[in-house]
């Protein structure tokens, strides 16, 4: 999926949001598995109605602080083997994201998505990236880093036109 594209499918996934949290979700050890942790260490918004939270490999643990901020959208990025090319970008929705099989994680993502919507009442989405390799390592693959500092790019730009320029 191009920049473009992603940024348009994401403004339309946040349209009409006060409130939206972005959690990066992996494991920093296992070389691309790292990739949410490393996006969300690397977004430069800073505001009151947006969450910018690494949540790790339980992000279920985060189900209450997501409900107290009162998360309308969630975004979660996550590497995800998706069967495609490593750097494949895709958003999935809850009722899209059965063929997708993560192994460092305690909880199925469709689970966890499902769990977030009932305690949060909010909408989740997964900007999954395919990895070139989850083995034990620290730093991603620069295959990964690129596609990473792509995302970083378009989330900030995103989180600023949302806001309005804030």
């Known amino acids: 999926m191009n920049e473009q594209r992603l940024k348009e499918e994401l403004r339309l996934f946040i349209s009409g949001a006060k409130r939206i949290a972005i959690l990066g979700i992996g494991n920093d050890l296992r070389t691309d598995d790292g990739l949410g942790p490393y996006v969300i260490n690397s977004l430069k918004t800073n505001h009151q109605d947006i969450l910018i939270e690494n949540v790790g490999s339980v992000p279920e643990?985060?189900?209450?602080?997501?409900?107290?901020?009162?998360?309308?959208?969630?975004?979660?990025?996550?590497?995800?083997?998706?069967?495609?090319?490593?750097?494949?970008?895709?958003?999935?929705?809850?009722?899209?994201?059965?063929?997708?099989?993560?192994?460092?994680?305690?909880?199925?993502?469709?689970m966890l998505m499902y769990y977030l919507e009932q305690?949060?009442?909010?909408?989740?989405?997964?900007?999954?990236?395919?990895?070139?390799?989850?083995?034990f390592g620290e730093g991603l693959t620069p295959e990964i880093?690129?596609?990473?500092?792509?995302?970083?790019?378009?989330l900030d730009s995103l989180l600023v036109d949302h806001l309005g320029g804030k």
């Open 61 to 110: 643990g985060f189900a209450r602080p997501l409900a107290e901020f009162g998360a309308e959208r969630i975004i979660m990025i996550d590497a995800a083997d998706m069967r495609k090319p490593p750097g494949h970008v895709e958003l999935v929705t809850k009722n899209r994201i059965g063929g997708i099989a993560l192994s460092t994680h305690s909880m199925p993502l469709s």
């Open 119 to 135: 305690q949060t009442k909010g909408v989740t989405i997964l900007l999954g990236v395919q990895p070139a390799s989850i083995l």
């Open 145 to 154: 880093q690129k596609v990473a500092k792509k995302i970083i790019s378009t």
